[in-house]
T-cell receptor
């Protein structure tokens, strides 16, 4: 149990376009979903925390107008990278937790974004 | 200085060897997580612990809250254990949880 999927698994886009990444909890309801970014040979960095039905909380330095997060249901959160630039190329990973802050997080398989 | 430090950064072992990966942290935490990241990037949660010791198969995780230190042990290592092992700590900030990650330890187990 506790499976989280992401779609797409990889995407290549042109600079200036927008890309949407979906994160789904397949067999549980995710009260909270987290979006992370990982550059090569770097740690995962939290971008934002999203709770179903409310606005996402962004980490310092993450532009909320550039990285739009929608958590419309208890099983789906989306991250839209707007007007993507080559420096946005990275590995984006979501995780979901079924309950409160002290619950284990379940990670999606990640989405590799390459912006040309 | 990172809030979470792992050692070693890279580790190469022969099949069958006993492996230890260390994690030290500098802040108060609610829990510590050990994660496994395979070359494709997918992450699997191995352990979440806030005290003592947990065991799952050949994997053992321990934590010493007073010393702010945790270890992940792999007994009878196997080439399929080759992956990046990441230590992450749960912080409660402003009423919400946040994970802070170490840079990971790349483990290669040779047959």
């Amino acid at each position: 149990g506790a499976v989280v999927s992401q779609h797409p698994s990889w995407v290549i886009c042109k600079s200036g376009t927008s890309v949407k990444i979906e994160c789904r909890s397949l067999d549980f309801q995710a009260t909270t979903m987290f979006w992370y970014r990982q550059f090569p040979k770097q740690s995962l960095m939290l971008m934002a925390t999203s709770n179903e039905g409310s606005k996402a909380t962004y980490e310092q330095g993450v532009e909320k107008d550039k990285f739009l997060i929608n958590h419309a249901s208890l099983t789906l959160s989306t991250l839209t990278v707007t007007s993507a630039h080559p420096e946005d190329s990275s590995f984006y990973i979501c995780s979901a937790t079924p309950g409160t802050a002290y619950n284990e997080q379940f990670f999606g398989p990640g989405t590799r974004l390459t912006v040309l | 200085k990172n809030e979470v430090e792992q050692s070693p950064q890279n580790l190469t072992a022969q099949e069958g060897e006993f492996i230890t990966i260390n994690c030290s942290y500098s802040v108060g935490i609610s829990a510590l997580h050990w994660l496994q990241q395979h070359p494709g990037g997918g992450i699997v949660s191995l352990f979440m612990l806030s005290s003592g010791k947990k065991k799952h198969g050949r994997l053992i995780a321990t934590i010493n809250i007073q010393e702010k230190h945790s270890s992940l042990h792999i007994t009878a290592s196997h080439p399929r254990d080759s992956a990046v092992y990441i230590c992450a700590v749960s912080l409660i900030q402003g009423g919400s949880e946040k994970l802070v990650f170490g840079k990971g330890t790349k483990l290669t187990v040779n047959p």
